[in-house]
């Protein structure tokens, strides 16, 4: 994707912050670089509270990323987090980074398949996700996937993409090689399919104002940091980076997709 070019970048964040090689690094230094969804750990808050994460429980996360919101969920509850990332090059580094900040026996990494990875029924307190789902092909597979993986009276927590109107045909290419867009459905099959996976108290709250703000806010504070950027990274990465976030910037301004906050407990 766009939006994730070189893995080890992060790392060039760190030394500039100070924290060279392999040094210990805090997990409030990694949450400057590591949350790579909308409103940072505010979001992951809201979902702690929401399901009620405690110490001493399991939690899964689907589409890990850097590991950042794996790390946070466990060093502020207590519980211990199983990410499943698919790109290997994010879960390397995402190993990396969890060992740095002391939470190796709290975070398990899985560089896998969500659709593949052997996980166990029930083996779960409650499953969280953040802007990865419309991601993963086939659906009604995964979300029922999911619903097996959660104990009952569990929640899933997530925060995802909907579509609300296709791009035009000259675009779709492009909109797909952005996005990914391979299980990107509108809110109402949205709300259906968690139920048809066996979901109950499905709640969704829509974010598509708040979060076309917030990308172009993103967007132009990205653009004002240029230089700074650059010094760090490279005009190459810099340049990935913005076109990712002003795509993302327009596909909301357009119209073209939506955002939503998911809540839904699992079944008996």
């Given at each position: 994707?766009?939006?994730?070019?070189?893995?080890?970048?992060?790392?060039?964040?760190l030394?500039?912050?100070?924290y060279?090689?392999?040094?210990?690094?805090?997990?409030?230094?990694?949450?400057r670089?590591?949350?790579?969804?909308y409103?940072?750990?505010?979001?992951l808050?809201t979902?702690?509270?929401?399901a009620g994460i405690?110490?001493?429980?399991?939690?899964?996360?689907?589409?890990?990323?850097?590991g950042?919101?794996?790390?946070?969920?466990?060093?502020?509850?207590?519980a211990h987090?199983?990410?499943?990332?698919?790109q290997d090059?994010?879960?390397q580094?995402a190993?990396?980074l969890?060992?740095?900040?002391?939470?190796?026996?709290s975070?398990t990494?899985?560089?896998?398949?969500?659709?593949?990875?052997?996980?166990?029924?029930g083996?779960y307190?409650?499953?969280v996700?953040?802007?990865?789902?419309?991601?993963?092909?086939?659906?009604?597979?995964?979300l029922?996937?999911?619903h097996?993986?959660?104990?009952?009276?569990g929640l899933?927590?997530?925060e995802?993409l909907?579509l609300?109107?296709?791009p035009?045909d000259?675009?779709?290419e492009?909109?797909r090689?952005?996005?990914?867009p391979?299980?990107?459905?509108p809110?109402?099959?949205?709300?259906?399919?968690?139920?048809?996976a066996g979901?109950t108290?499905v709640?969704l709250?829509?974010?598509?104002e708040?979060?076309s703000?917030?990308?172009a806010?993103r967007?132009a504070?990205?653009?004002?940091?240029r230089s700074?950027?650059?010094?760090?990274?490279?005009?190459q990465?810099?340049?990935?980076i913005?076109?990712?976030?002003s795509k993302?910037?327009?596909?909301f301004?357009?119209?073209l997709?939506?955002?939503?906050?998911?809540?839904?407990?699992a079944?008996?």
């Open positions: 994707m766009q939006l994730y070019p070189r893995a080890d970048r992060i790392f060039k964040d030394e500039a912050e100070g060279q090689s392999d040094n210990p690094v805090p997990v409030e230094i990694l949450n670089y590591d949350q790579l969804h409103h940072g750990t505010e979001a808050d979902a702690i509270e929401v405690q110490a001493g429980q399991q939690v899964l996360e689907v589409g890990s990323g850097w950042g919101c794996a790390r946070y969920i466990a060093k502020r509850t207590g987090v199983t990410a499943v990332e698919l090059d994010y879960d580094v190993r990396v969890t060992a740095r900040a002391g939470l190796s026996d975070v990494h899985l560089n896998a398949d969500f659709l593949q990875v052997e996980l166990p029924i083996g307190d409650h499953a996700s953040w802007l990865a789902l419309f991601h993963i092909p086939d659906r009604p597979r995964y029922k996937k999911l097996r993986l959660i104990k009952p009276g899933l927590c997530a995802d909907y609300i109107s296709s035009p000259a675009e779709t492009e909109f090689a952005h996005l990914f391979n299980s990107l459905v809110p109402d099959a949205y709300e259906t399919g968690l139920k048809q979901f108290n709640h709250s829509d974010m598509t708040d979060w703000d917030f990308t806010t967007l504070a990205f653009q004002d940091a700074v950027y650059e010094d760090i990274h490279g005009t990465t810099y340049q990935q913005e076109l990712f976030y993302m910037s327009g596909y301004a357009r119209g997709v939506g955002g939503v906050r998911v809540s839904a407990v079944g008996a």
